[in-house]
């Protein structure tokens, strides 16, 4: 059977790990001697994209289509063409997106300018044969738009967690994220570097251990670059990031998908979310009472460093969260057997 997977294919190890939980997942399902065909979510000069070109070769080699995880509706990270999708006649699998809104000059939260026209979500969600997003606001975003869906959580939610859960001996890390890069008030985009610098001073009188500042896109480099007294590390290899977030102390993540995939391994995480779509999703995953507002806190590294001491707090709230994520699971599993009981039911397409 093949399986043609759109996903993102950015310089972000963030969305790597997210193809390769959703790839794992559908693996389980539809087994080992499945073909999963990698697509990029936006169109290249060969292939690409939800556009003719693509949907043309679709319609000849697919069994199926999905599309899947992350920002599709936003970030403009999607190449769409709808008269292309209308005339797409192999079912489509929608897994793990998310939509959101970010905070304005004034903090208040806003819609983005980058996002999928309404039209285009409300066309791609009704060519779907099985829908399902990530998190609680995108499903109440889709919601408004007259558009029902599911909340499966993300895949990387699911990946297995280490034998022993917890690594006190290695290093502690800061999954970074460029402050200009953030859609955040200017104000707070400067405070994020001097609450880094306090940061890693504080961790390392704390700890007395290596600070590592985790790069998860090109554009962290230079951000990175700022901290000499840290040691920056960048991931364009996605085994070589899951080993790293397995065997770390602890990981402070200005980035979602630095601390989703701690939650699973039960590593130390802790997260600091400054938009809609991260605080929905540390909500859905039932950690929200862990979780700092960019937005509303005023000392982030008081924060951080309180948390960094009380890992038993995390643990706790980790094994509490348990039920909700298996749940999430449970969800998403059965929106993936449906899928693949549809494409039996459609039969296989040679080649």
Same mark, same amino acid.
């Given at each position: 059977?093949?399986?043609?997977?759109?996903?993102?294919?950015?310089?972000?190890?963030?969305?790597?790990?997210?193809?390769?939980?959703?790839?794992?997942?559908?693996?389980?399902?539809?087994?080992?001697?499945?073909?999963?065909?990698?697509?990029?979510?936006?169109? /290249?000069?060969?292939? /690409?994209?939800?556009?003719?070109?693509?949907?043309?070769?679709?319609?000849?080699?697919?069994?199926?289509?999905?599309?899947?995880?992350?920002?599709?509706?936003?970030?403009?990270?999607?190449?769409?063409?709808?008269?292309?999708?209308?005339?797409?006649?192999?079912?489509?699998?929608?897994?793990?997106?998310?939509?959101?809104?970010?905070?304005?000059?004034?903090?208040?939260?806003?819609?983005?300018?980058?996002?999928?026209?309404?039209?285009?979500?409300?066309?791609?969600?009704?060519?779907?044969?099985?829908?399902?997003?990530?998190?609680?606001?995108?499903?109440?975003?889709?919601?408004?738009?007259?558009?029902?869906?599911?909340?499966?959580?993300?895949?990387?939610?699911?990946?297995?967690?280490?034998?022993?859960?917890?690594?006190?001996?290695?290093?502690?890390?800061?999954?970074?994220?460029?402050?200009?890069?953030?859609?955040?008030?200017?104000?707070?985009?400067?405070?994020?570097?001097?609450?880094?610098?306090?940061?890693?001073?504080?961790?390392?009188?704390?700890?007395?251990?290596?600070?590592?500042?985790?790069?998860?896109?090109?554009?962290?480099?230079?951000?990175?670059?700022?901290?000499?007294?840290?040691?920056?590390?960048?991931?364009?290899?996605?085994?070589?990031?899951?080993?790293?977030?397995?065997?770390?102390?602890?990981?402070?993540?200005?980035?979602?998908?630095?601390?989703?995939?701690?939650?699973?391994?039960?590593?130390?995480?802790?997260?600091?979310?400054?938009?809609?779509?991260?605080?929905?999703?540390?909500?859905?995953?039932?950690?929200?009472?862990?979780?700092?507002?960019?937005?509303?806190?005023?000392?982030?590294?008081?924060?951080?460093?309180?948390?960094?001491?009380?890992?038993?707090?995390?643990?706790?709230?980790?094994?509490?969260?348990?039920?909700?994520?298996?749940?999430?699971?449970?969800?998403?599993?059965?929106?993936?057997?449906?899928?693949?009981?549809?494409?039996?039911?459609?039969?296989?397409?040679?080649?």
């Amino acid at each position: 059977m093949n399986l043609f997977f759109v996903h993102p294919h950015t310089r972000n190890i963030g969305n790597d790990i997210i193809g390769f939980a959703t790839s794992k997942l559908l693996y389980e399902i539809f087994g080992a001697a499945t073909n999963i065909i990698n697509i990029p979510a936006m169109q /290249g000069p060969l292939f /690409g994209g939800l556009v003719a070109r693509q949907i043309y070769d679709m319609n000849r080699f697919a069994d199926g289509v999905v599309v899947g995880g992350g920002n599709l509706f936003e970030n403009g990270q999607i190449s769409y063409d709808a008269r292309a999708v209308q005339a797409l006649n192999r079912p489509m699998l929608l897994i793990a997106l998310s939509h959101g809104r970010i905070a304005g000059r004034d903090g208040a939260l806003e819609d983005r300018t980058d996002a999928m026209h309404p039209d285009a979500i409300r066309h791609l969600v009704g060519r779907s044969t099985v829908a399902l997003v990530r998190d609680i606001a995108s499903q109440a975003i889709l919601h408004e738009l007259g558009v029902e869906t599911e909340i499966g959580g993300c895949p990387t939610l699911f990946l297995p967690p280490n034998v022993n859960e917890t690594t006190p001996d290695g290093d502690l890390m800061i999954s970074l994220r460029h402050p200009s890069r953030m859609n955040v008030p200017p104000t707070l985009q400067w405070r994020i570097a001097d609450d880094l610098r306090r940061l890693i001073t504080a961790l390392r009188v704390e700890f007395a251990r290596p600070v590592r500042l985790a790069c998860h896109d090109y554009f962290d480099l230079e951000f990175a670059a700022g901290f000499p007294e840290a040691v920056t590390v960048y991931f364009d290899d996605v085994h070589r990031y899951i080993a790293a977030l397995r065997t770390c102390a602890m990981n402070i993540c200005y980035r979602l998908h630095g601390f989703l995939p701690c939650l699973a391994f039960g590593t130390h995480g802790i997260h600091l979310s400054y938009d809609e779509r991260g605080r929905s999703m540390i909500e859905t995953a039932g950690m929200s009472s862990w979780d700092i507002n960019l937005l509303e806190e005023t000392d982030c590294v008081s924060a951080v460093m309180d948390r960094a001491r009380d890992a038993d707090r995390y643990r706790r709230l980790r094994s509490a969260a348990q039920p909700v994520i298996a749940e999430l699971r449970e969800t998403t599993m059965a929106g993936v057997q449906k899928f693949r009981a549809i494409l039996d039911g459609a039969g296989a397409v040679e080649g």
